[in-house]
């Protein structure tokens, strides 16, 4: 069995239609004021949800986003033929965490941003899993867009979450683990339910990737 | 201080690519003969621009099928059969562009056929449902040090006992979307990229390419040994002027290569700034081992150039030669930051290890130490 205990537990769930300009207002005492401006939505609600986090250049951070910058990319291919390179920039996944982590300056050994969908979840959790970092960040999170979501290419909903995994129990809110077996695989939680259950304290429990995982509340 | 590279041996079982030259044998011998795939070809295509230097297998407009498709069926076909996308065989995606160039041309034809494969998630279930993948198929995509996230991946699956035998497949289309973006930063302009060359203007090609490796848990005759990552944040295009971010990659795989006498596969993209820090560190932490570097022939292929460019250094090594010879810098000018830039093709014969690196937007670096017997 592998297991991580998961601390400093931050979840952004704001109103499905909060926009960047609103999400800048509610949050502007995060971020320093030069950088606020320029932020995207998505990467404004990673920052809050790391707001905090005490990450140091031997870290470790997995990144989850299926979508992730939607609206750079929307505004981004409505700029040609001048294309932007301020957008072009920004829309480059892994761009949401890149922001903060620049905006702090702060390095970190290794940076795994996914961009699955279907078992997103379940491979974040893996590739956290196995990483030998003492402190690994699970961020995720999504941007709600435009006409990309109007063809079921984007997020209908903003979101963001941050935890940091060790192997301290001490203190720890909750445990997450995977114990290897034979099991079918099952249906994996998405990106927005692991979410929503982070925000709520709520059990998960499913089979995958050739064995079962679990997330307990203590 | 340097971040600890990651040592988990992964036998290379099989792996090839997909450059404008064919797969990696002829590329390799492409680049031996000091050819370059790069010509002069407008940057968005058929909406015309400036012109700039582009690898394309094919026309670079979007097509129905993607144009990226064929190609990768051809490449697949090489691929051992298995039941990929299982839990215990799982594919690791690895890309920067996907079918981005899809979402493109839905924005100038409105044909929605397009959306099925613009969007990484899109993209890589239209490959998985090509291919008759299982589910387990990660995806990663950090620029271009994508493909090396992969391979550590894989590694890392292998040695927990998670996985027996892992597909790493990577691709990267060039398209409008990408060379605008890259001709909007003005490092994709008129001239030709010259790998580490001290010169006036740095400039850098894009190019196609595709490339999958098989890894297992037996060594083989080709192993990666060890990978080792290191993200700077200092800034979105720029790395920290000191080029610490470049010497703490290279002093981790310098650690790993131990007392291994390697040669040096760089970055090499053809810009000025990252060009000399990285030729520099690489010369410091691996003194009198020759640098060389393809993307002055190949272009750089983004998330996938780790992958295309690895499977370009084992098909050197497999070559026919006795020994075989590694190709020089293609492209590289007549004085060169480091004097330890390979200008010409050299012999294997001194050597039991290379060293591979990639660099990306946000201060991103990878590295990987390549070892055969």
């Known amino acids: 069995m592998i297991e991580r205990f998961l601390h400093h537990l931050r979840v952004e769930l704001p109103d499905a239609d909060e926009t960047a300009t609103a999400a800048r207002t509610r949050l502007a005492d995060k971020f320093p004021r030069t950088a606020l401006r320029r932020m995207t939505h998505l990467g404004l609600l990673v920052g809050s949800a790391l707001d905090g986090v005490p990450l140091g250049p031997d870290d470790a951070l997995v990144y989850a986003s299926t979508f992730a910058e939607t609206r750079a990319l929307e505004d981004f291919l409505g700029s040609f033929p001048a294309a932007s390179p301020l957008l072009f920039q920004t829309s480059i996944h892994p761009g949401g965490v890149q922001q903060v982590l620049i905006g702090r300056q702060q390095p970190i050994a290794r940076l795994w941003p996914l961009a699955g969908r279907t078992r997103l979840v379940e491979q974040a959790l893996l590739t956290a899993l196995l990483e030998p970092a003492p402190c690994v960040a699970l961020v995720g999170g999504e941007e709600r867009g435009t006409w990309m979501l109007e063809h079921a290419m984007a997020a209908a909903r903003p979101f963001a979450f941050a935890t940091i995994l060790t192997h301290e129990l001490a203190g720890a809110a909750a445990r997450t683990a995977f114990r290897p077996g034979l099991a079918d695989d099952e249906s994996c939680p998405s990106l927005e339910d692991f979410a929503t259950a982070l925000a709520e304290r709520r059990p998960l429990g499913w089979c995958g990737a050739g064995g079962a995982w679990t997330l307990e509340w203590l | 201080m340097h971040p600890t590279a990651d040592q988990l041996p992964a036998g290379i079982e099989v792996c090839d690519c997909l450059t404008p030259f064919g797969d990696a044998a002829a590329t390799a011998t492409a680049l031996l003969a000091n050819r370059r795939a790069l010509s002069l070809t407008p940057v968005l295509g058929r909406d015309g621009g400036d012109l700039v230097p582009l690898a394309l297998l094919g026309a670079m407009d979007e097509t129905l099928p993607p144009r990226w498709l064929p190609a990768l069926r051809q490449l697949a076909a090489a691929i051992p059969v298995d039941d990929w996308g299982s839990a215990h065989t799982p594919v690791i995606i690895t890309s920067s562009n996907f079918g981005v160039g899809s979402l493109y041309a839905f924005t100038r034809d409105h044909d929605a056929r397009h959306l099925v494969h613009g969007t990484p998630f899109a993209s890589v279930e239209f490959l998985r449902q090509e291919f008759d993948w299982g589910e387990h198929v990660h995806v990663f995509s950090h620029a271009c040090v994508t ?227």
């Open chain 2, 147 to 373: 493909a090396h996230l992969g391979l550590a991946h894989a590694a890392r699956l292998l040695h927990a006992g998670l996985a027996a035998r892992v597909l790493v497949f990577s691709f990267d289309f060039v398209s409008p979307f990408v060379a605008g973006g890259f001709h909007s930063l003005k490092i994709l302009n008129g001239t030709m990229p010259a790998p580490y060359a001290i010169r006036e203007v740095g400039a850098i090609g894009l190019g196609d390419g595709a490339a999958f490796a098989v890894l297992t848990r037996d060594a083989g005759p080709f192993r990666l040994a060890a990978h080792t990552l290191h993200n700077e944040m200092f800034h979105f295009t720029g790395n920290r002027p000191d080029g610490a971010g470049f010497a703490a990659c290279a002093a981790s795989i310098a650690a790993a290569a131990g007392g291994r006498r390697v040669w040096v596969k760089g970055h090499g993209t053809g810009t000025l700034e990252a060009g000399r820090l990285e030729a520099v560190a690489l010369a410091r932490h691996f003194p009198g081992a020759p640098l060389t570097g393809w993307k002055g022939s190949l272009g750089h292929t983004l998330g996938s150039c780790g992958l295309v460019e690895l499977a370009v250094a084992l098909a050197a090594l497999r070559g026919s030669g006795s020994p075989g010879k590694i190709p020089g810098t293609v492209g590289g000018g007549t004085t060169s930051f480091t004097d330890t830039v390979a200008l010409a093709p050299f012999s294997v014969a001194e050597f039991d290890g290379a060293i591979l690196t990639s660099n990306a937007f946000g201060g991103a670096h990878a590295a990987m130490l390549l070892t055969y017997d």
